[in-house]
């Protein structure tokens, strides 16, 4: 992990070394604990980047791209959309007012049933 770090580094140049440096160590630490922890619970990873379109040749029809999509122990899926921001709350998506988050649901239903 630490050698892929400094290659990204090197990457940067060395005047945005000490900065990035300890936020790279921080963001991939924290996702690999999140994949063991989803791992433990039952989780099984099913793709990254995976795109799905809408079934059909009437239009418009709807395209995405999800970030990662998971299968739970029950094999439900999970779609799991990395965010920069402030993640959304349950109340927000399930009151649509983050209707990618509720498309990105829909259309992995309707494609992988």
């Known amino acids: 992990m630490d ?3 400094e ?3 090197t990457a940067l140049g060395t005047v945005a070394a000490p900065w990035w ?3 790279l160590r921080r963001v991939l630490y924290a996702l690999l604990g999140a994949h063991r922890a989803r791992l433990a619970s039952g989780y099984s990873l099913y793709s990254v980047e995976q795109r799905l ?5 009437h239009t418009p029809r709807l395209h ?3 970030d990662r999509l998971e299968k739970t122990a029950t094999s ?3 779609v799991i959309d990395y965010k920069t921001g402030t993640a959304p ?3 927000d998506i399930l009151n649509a007012r983050e209707p990618q988050l509720l498309a990105e ?3 992995t239903t309707r494609t992988l049933g």
């Open 3 to 5: 050698t892929l770090i």
């Open 7 to 9: 290659q990204e580094i």
């Open 21 to 23: 440096r300890p936020q």
């Open 53 to 57: 379109d809408e079934p059909g040749n």
């Open 64 to 66: 995405a791209r999800l």
């Open 76 to 78: 439900a899926w999970a």
């Open 89 to 91: 709350s349950k109340k």
């Open 105 to 107: 649901a829909w259309l």
